[in-house]
């Protein structure tokens, strides 16, 4: 009888602590989801609209819609709301590869010469495994952004003729191309169009009816729009692709795939079990291949992105944007962990993504507020002060994004995109220029740009210095502003 009442008091005891710390686990996520979510919700004000999707341990933190979705028709952004993932799509096309190689229908060590005609002697023996690693040689890009149509054969006519930028196997180097090309294995290997193939073999197994190109069939209100500097609405890439009736090849297989918050979920949750792929493939998709970089922090496996992180721990992510529409997919699998961001106000919100990271892991860590876009920041300043006041937001801007203006091309493409709103702003978009000369004197297309803003507010004397400062700081070659100041100078002094 003791004995038996010594187990009772053991399991008990056993009981009530089990209890306890399920009880300060559910308190402690209640405390970071309030923490997190007053966090974006801080942000709305400034800009930020999208939503977030934070599991821990097994269990939802946050499933939220934040913002607008559609700010024209008043629509929020919610956990229902589908918009594109980018980039990440890659990882649906490595994937798909692995598949494949399961089946039997291919190798990661075939070369692409089984798979096209009349390659080029440098290219033929570019293997699968180097396309799906960025390690193939081949360019980044082919044309002239996301949307342009160009015909297939043409399209890879031009990736194969395309110079190596080193020998394949040798270095890392990403190549959206290098993705078109394994869509098109796909294709050629399955007998089905891509999207199909991912829609049978991928998504469908896995529950995920909201994701593809095509395929589903959304409400046009579900959809977001996407907002250039988070205040110019141009519509969907949805809509666009209707309008072509296809997915160019610029973009299919590396880009463009739609999804929602709850699809990428239960795409983790597959990939977790091995439900879609088995673990030893699923290995082979989150394995490090090649440093991603000189540093050695960030490595590139098949689709992901493979970090660790400063608790030295495992990370598998990727993110995919268009200075539009933005998504990022962290997961953290020896933590358990996985955060999921979706954004229609561009891709500077990504640092939302890690900055809940670290949020996640360190309960003193004070995430600094979302800032407003710096196209944002100055449009709202300009909306509210007269020219008079432009000291202060150049202040602004040097006090507070000095960071996000490290490039010259920052502030002169702000300049001009302020003087294609409305040519009252030439007086302001002067002001922009006047400080890209003051971060960066030595760029010579900077002071070509401030010529032309002093000749368009009527300042005749002050754009003939500049143009001039921008011929001495020339350089030998490609230069592509110097015949403007050339043309600029003999004009302006033909008027005096």
């Known amino acids: 009888m003791k004995k038996n ?18 009880a300060q686990k559910v308190e402690s996520n209640e405390a970071l989801k309030y923490k997190i979510d007053n966090y974006l919700k801080d942000g709305v004000s400034n800009g930020f609209s999208g939503s977030i999707l934070i599991v821990k341990e097994d269990r939802i933190i946050l499933n939220e819609g934040y913002g607008m979705a559609d700010k024209e028709n008043n629509i929020p952004y919610t956990p229902q709301t589908v918009a594109t993932i980018g980039s990440v799509t890659k990882q649906f096309t490595a994937t798909a590869i692995l598949k494949l190689v399961e089946s039997n229908k291919l190798k990661t060590t075939d070369p692409i010469s089984r798979f096209f005609k009349d390659i080029p002697d440098d290219k033929r023996d570019i293997t699968i495994h180097q396309l799906l690693s960025h390690t193939a040689g081949l360019i980044d890009v082919i044309g002239e952004g996301d949307f342009d149509d160009i015909p297939r054969k043409k399209f890879f006519k031009a990736v194969f003729a395309s110079d190596l930028l080193h020998q394949p196997g040798s270095k890392y180097a990403y190549s959206n191309a290098g993705y078109s090309i394994l869509a098109r294995i796909i294709e050629l290997t399955s007998g089905q169009d891509y999207e199909r193939f991912l829609y049978e073999n991928l998504f469908k197994p896995a529950g995920m009816m909201e994701t593809g190109y095509f395929i589903p069939k959304w409400k046009d209100e579900s959809i ?32 463009g795939i739609h999804s929602t918050p709850g699809d990428m979920y239960k795409w983790y949750k597959a990939l977790q079990s091995n439900q879609i792929i088995s673990k030893s493939s699923f290995e082979k998709l989150s394995t490090r291949y090649i440093k991603e970089n000189e540093a050695g922090t960030s490595y590139y496996g098949y689709g992901w ?10 990370i598998i992510s990727h993110n995919g944007g268009n200075g539009i529409y933005f998504h990022d997919f962290i997961w953290m699998p020896e933590e358990d962990a996985l955060i999921l961001l979706f954004t229609n106000m561009g891709s500077k919100e990504g640092e939302v993504a890690w900055t809940i990271e670290k949020m996640l892991f360190d309960e003193t860590y004070v995430a600094p507020p979302i800032k407003k876009n710096l196209h944002l920041l100055v449009i709202d300043f300009i909306r509210n002060n007269s020219l008079k006041e432009a000291g202060k937001l150049i202040d602004k801007i040097k006090d507070q994004y000095l960071s996000t203006v490290s490039h010259p091309d920052v502030l002169n493409g702000l300049g001009y995109d302020l003087m294609e709103l409305s040519d009252n ?50 350089p030998d070659s490609n230069c592509n502003w110097c015949e403007n100041s050339s043309k600029a100078v003999e004009k302006i002094s033909k008027m005096k």
Do not use: H
């Open 305 to 314: 992105a493979i970090y660790e992180s400063d608790r030295k721990t495992k």
């Open 224 to 255: 977001a729009k996407g907002y250039v500097y988070g205040f110019i609405n141009v519509g969907s890439m949805i809509q666009r692709y209707q309008r072509m009736g296809k997915i160019t090849w610029t973009l299919k297989g590396n880009g």
């Open 5 to 22: 009442l010594l187990i009772i008091i053991l399991s008990i005891g056993f009981l009530f602590t089990a209890t306890a710390l399920s």
């Open 425 to 474: 702003n030439i007086g302001w978009a002067l002001e922009i220029f006047k400080l890209n000369v003051e971060l960066f004197p030595e760029n010579g297309n900077n002071w070509d740009s401030l010529g032309e803003g002093y000749l368009l507010n009527g300042q005749r004397e002050l754009s003939l210095e500049s143009y001039k400062k921008a011929l001495e700081l020339a």
